[in-house]
């Protein structure tokens, strides 16, 4: 036991280490209550059963290995068996093709994530003869460290879902199974802040340059998340797109503490990272509710498409009030946790703006404009979302019922430290307090800015005060005189069937006609020419412009290159042993020349 505590002492915590951790142990915890409940409906699948609860908690003690490790190769080993096993979580349902295709895809762009950090950090210890990561200080002092910091920051992007290294989120996240996917939005992606993060820590660069491009990757990463996320008909793939949103947010933050660490600002430096730690915490636990509600939904209904849903809030009214919640506190609306953080990043920004240079006033007014467009697009997006599903009539017949309390009482409990965090921030602040003294500059403003907080809180509280006043008076009004019940307000028009009430796509018609030019979109559809058409068919479709730009089109023009060679393989032994025979004598010629 004394050797156990020994080893235990020496682990190399800090207070980064410990607030990641404890996010982890959070959403990880809740995701395994909720796993429990979810996957009774897999039951005739034991030894798959015990393959996924397995891969669940390597993945775990893998991340938390992460956040304790000095060296860099077990930096990499750890890294490589959390992609492992969270490969094995996301293709839970092998049988089905767009899962293993999902897999294949996460499990590629994760090694892609494993060849860039590798390539950092053997810059490194290719310098100092070291992989600790101590030696990464004394790497700066020699040279200017940009090149490794940025390699390190491309590889831990990609596991973030950093525009344009997004393109996994989209199809790993509707794959897994639900309690995946809020671990892996909740929490996997944020393995990847967190080693931004950590290299800041160690690094020694021109943190105003590196600031600025991780604040523009960032804003143009929220932006495209939130823009795409509003043309998805399937829950959880427009879920997955606000995951890119709310990782655009936290980088923005870190961006902004990057600006005021190299610039000596130790206010800048404070509210940057402070709104990058909380937003970690935020999006963690806000958008694992999400993920659950929507199993939920799944379960209740065997369709995630939000075109065939409607009126579930009356059949799950547990679900939907969650996911209400949620959905108030990623759209940043007080007096839910997700205002404090984009509160803190706001203030950094004006406060970036005030006395400075034109060019950076410039940069300045740019990202609080993203950050305003890319809140109201995410209030455009959840009330999309929320009405369609939840508010109406019901436009295919369902059996959808609430689910067991082991379902709901996890997500009850992630609510009620959103709204705690909401209305008690400065507790929070301070929790956080020894993760932000790690950075340079920071920390030296908490005081002033718990104190903020304090009147944020309090301002919250009064309006959730006054919501609950309202609500009691309305209920007691309505006790006093006799109320009647019936059907849906039919929008005016009370004849045909509930598909004639407003659609996801037609809700966002103009938004999609606005942003055209950036967004993708195809549209099949049979216009009827009688005038009682009898019947009529409309469909259309997102995909993503950059995805295609950056992915497809390079891989349809290698396939294209390969497939003038596949006269090769023509399955003819004898021309295989041919092959072989001038490869030897190739070998040998190209020796005897370089000799």
């Given at each position: ?7 235990l ?99 590629i ?79 996997i992606?944020?393995i990847g ?30 932006l ?10 399937n ?50 636990l ?28 009356k ?38 703006m ?95 800015m ?12 009064i309006?959730?005060l ?59 559809q ?5 005038i ?39 399955g ?24």
């Open positions: 036991m004394k050797a156990i505590l020994s080893s002492s020496s682990i190399p915590l800090n207070g980064l280490s410990l607030w990641f951790m404890a996010i982890f142990t959070i959403v990880f915890a809740c995701g395994a209550i909720y796993g429990t409940g979810y996957m009774k409906h897999y039951s005739g699948r034991p030894l798959r059963n015990t393959l996924h609860w397995i891969s669940y908690a390597v993945a775990y003690v893998s991340m938390m290995l992460l956040c304790v490790v000095e060296n860099s190769i077990a930096f990499l080993v750890s890294w490589e068996i959390m992609a492992l096993s969270s490969f094995f979580l996301v293709i839970y349902e092998s049988e089905k093709p767009e899962t293993i295709k999902a897999g294949i895809n996460f499990f762009q994760s090694h892609i994530s494993v060849v860039l950090l590798t390539a950092g950090f053997m810059m490194i210890a290719a310098k100092t003869g070291s992989y600790s990561f101590s030696a990464i200080p004394r790497y700066c002092a020699g040279s200017n460290g940009m090149a490794a910091f940025m390699l390190l920051f491309a590889g831990f992007a990609v596991k973030a879902g950093f525009v344009p290294f997004h393109t996994w989120l989209p199809y790993a996240h509707p794959a897994a199974p639900a309690h995946i996917s809020g671990v892996m939005s909740g929490v992606i944020k802040i967190f080693g931004i993060l950590r290299m800041i820590t160690l690094f020694s660069i021109d943190f105003v340059a590196a600031g600025a491009v991780i604040l523009a990757v960032s804003a143009i990463s929220g495209y998340g939130v823009m795409m996320a509003i043309l998805q008909h829950l959880k793939k427009l879920l997955a797109y606000h995951s890119i949103e709310n990782i655009g947010i936290i980088g923005m933050g870190i961006g902004l503490g990057c600006i005021g660490a190299g610039n000596g600002n130790a206010a800048l430096a404070s509210l940057g990272f402070a709104g990058a730690l909380l937003h970690t915490l935020n999006h963690a806000f958008k694992s509710v999400l993920f659950f509600c929507s199993g939920n939904v799944y379960h209740g209904t065997h369709t995630l498409d939000i075109e065939r849903l409607g009126g579930l809030a059949k799950m009214p547990w679900t939907a009030a969650l996911f209400l919640t949620a959905s108030i506190a990623i759209c940043g609306l007080p007096p839910m946790n997700g205002f404090i953080s984009e509160f803190l990043i706001y203030s950094g920004l004006f406060g970036w005030q006395g400075a240079e034109p060019g950076v006033t410039t940069g300045a007014v740019f990202s609080i404009l993203a950050l305003v467009m890319i809140g109201g697009l995410a209030i455009l997006c959840f009330t999309k979302a929320f009405g369609i599903i939840f508010l109406g009539s019901p436009r295919t017949e369902t059996e959808a019922h609430e689910m067991e309390p082991c379902r709901i009482i996890p997500l009850a409990a992630e609510a009620l430290i959103m709204l705690s965090i909401g209305i008690f921030p400065s507790f929070y602040a301070r929790l956080a307090g020894s993760a932000l003294a790690c950075f340079p500059y920071a920390g030296s403003s908490a005081l002033a718990t104190a903020d907080l304090g009147h944020v809180g309090f301002a919250g509280l309006l959730l006054l919501a609950g006043l309202i609500y009691t008076a309305k209920s007691r009004h309505n006790t006093r005189r006799q109320v009647s019940e019936g059907p849906t307000w039919g929008c005016g028009y009370t004849e045909g069937t509930p598909r004639i009430q407003y659609t996801a796509t037609s809700f966002v018609k103009t938004y999609v006609q606005l942003f055209s030019f950036i967004l993708g979109t195809r549209k099949e049979e216009i009827p020419t009688e009682f058409p009898a019947s009529g068919h409309f469909e259309s479709e997102s995909y993503d412009k950059l995805e295609s730009n950056l992915i497809d089109k390079p891989l349809d023009a290698y396939r294209r290159f390969t497939d003038r060679f596949s006269f090769l393989q023509n003819k032994m004898q021309f295989y042993v041919l092959y072989g025979i001038i490869f030897i004598v190739f070998t040998l010629i190209i020796s005897i020349i370089f000799r």
